[in-house]
């Protein structure tokens, strides 16, 4: 149980164009989804936080304009990457909070690689 | 604020050695505690996680980790390594509800090369 899945798992885009990378809770509701972004043999750091039916919290110096999130169902949040630079080709890794667990646990997705031309 | 240090980069350990790696954290209310590990271009595995109980927990793949409260710590150890450990190796701590400091922080990872 808590599958987390994303779509796609590698994306190769030109400079200017916008990416949607999908991330889905397959057997559990998602209330809150968290997405981060881990660039070469670094850690992982937090973007934003998605909260279904409500507007994203941005992670300081993460610009919100240019990384669109939604959270829009139980089981699906998605991020764009709007008007992408090659300074935007990282992995990004989304995870997932059960709503019927109280403990805070996070399930990770597998990652999607992007990078841009 | 929360925070997580993984003192060591970079590992290199023979197959059959025995392992540990250090973490660190800070946290100012009961830490929920986690070790995850990623292999190369994946997403992040789930070793094992602590908040409360035995202080020595288990995982899979034959880890094991010891929380410490007085030294701050949550070091993952493994009896004899096989060559499919190697990979990277991330500590995390959290808040241990969902309703407050439900951030999970990251250490900068320890990376763990196995020799044959």
């Known amino acids: 149980g808590a599958v987390v899945s994303q779509h796609p798992s590698w994306v190769i885009c030109k400079s200017g164009t916008s990416v949607k990378i999908e991330c889905r809770s397959l057997?559990?509701?998602?209330?809150?989804m968290f997405w981060y972004r881990q660039f070469p043999k670094q850690s992982l750091m937090l973007m934003a936080t998605s909260n279904e039916g409500s507007k994203a919290t941005y992670e300081q110096g993460v610009e919100k304009d240019k990384f669109l999130i939604n959270h829009a169902s139980l089981t699906l949040s998605t991020l764009t990457v709007t008007s992408a630079h090659p300074e935007d080709s990282s992995f990004y890794i989304c995870?997932?909070?059960?709503?019927?667990?109280?403990?805070?646990?996070?399930?990770f997705g597998p990652g999607t690689r992007l990078t841009v031309l | 604020a929360q925070s997580v240090t993984q003192p060591d980069i970079h590992i290199t350990v023979s197959e059959g050695a025995s392992l540990e790696l250090r973490c660190n954290y800070s946290?100012?209310?009961?830490?929920?505690l986690f070790w995850y590990v990623q292999s190369p271009g994946q997403g992040l595995q789930l070793l094992l996680k602590?908040?409360?109980?035995?202080?020595l927990v288990q995982g899979i793949k034959g880890f094991e980790a010891e929380f410490k409260r007085s030294q701050s710590s949550f070091n993952l150890r493994k009896p004899s390594v096989h060559w499919s450990d190697a990979a990277e190796y991330f500590c995390?701590?959290?808040?241990?509800?969902?309703?407050?400091?439900?951030?999970?922080?990251f250490g900068t990872g320890t990376r763990l090369q196995v020799t044959l």
């Open positions: 995390a701590v959290g808040g241990l509800n969902t309703g407050t400091a439900s951030k999970l922080t």
């Open positions: 995870s997932a909070r059960d709503r019927g667990r109280t403990l805070n646990e996070q399930f």
């Open positions: 057997d559990f509701q998602a209330t809150t």
């Open positions: 602590y908040f409360s109980g035995d202080t």
């Open positions: 946290y100012g209310a009961t830490p929920y």
